[in-house]
């Protein structure tokens, strides 16, 4: 199982990404698929997550600015981030669990600053 993430980069505070995660499974494999970030000097945290029922959790500090969503024709995962702020700054990371399996995707950088 592999996931590979993309769609990070530079953007201003405001500003708004797309982020990716492409499974090279059917996503009906993964009991919860979710997105993590990592900012430096940091632990890694939880985002978002759904699950194959298609039940969403989110940080609350993602709440109302981003939203996580599924397309399993494409097999693959998003996180839609708004209203982005210097503190989003962070590798973000998805993830997905089978069983009793974790996998994860190689990070993408995401960076907010003027």
């Known amino acids: 199982v592999q996931l590979q993430a993309s769609g990070g980069g530079l953007v201003q505070p405001g500003g708004s990404l797309r982020l990716s995660c492409a499974a090279s499974t059917s996503l009906f494999s993964f009991n919860v698929m979710g997105w993590y970030r990592q900012a430096p000097g940091k632990q890694r945290e939880l985002v978002a997550g759904?699950?194959?029922?298609?039940?969403?959790n989110y940080a609350d500090s993602a709440k109302g600015r981003f939203t996580i969503s599924r397309d399993s024709a494409k097999n693959t995962v998003y996180l839609q981030m708004n209203s982005l702020k210097p503190d989003d700054t962070a590798v973000y990371y998805c993830s997905g669990r089978i069983s009793q399996n974790i996998y994860w995707g190689q990070g993408t950088l995401v960076t907010v600053s003027s």
């Open positions: 759904v699950t194959t029922g298609g039940l969403k």
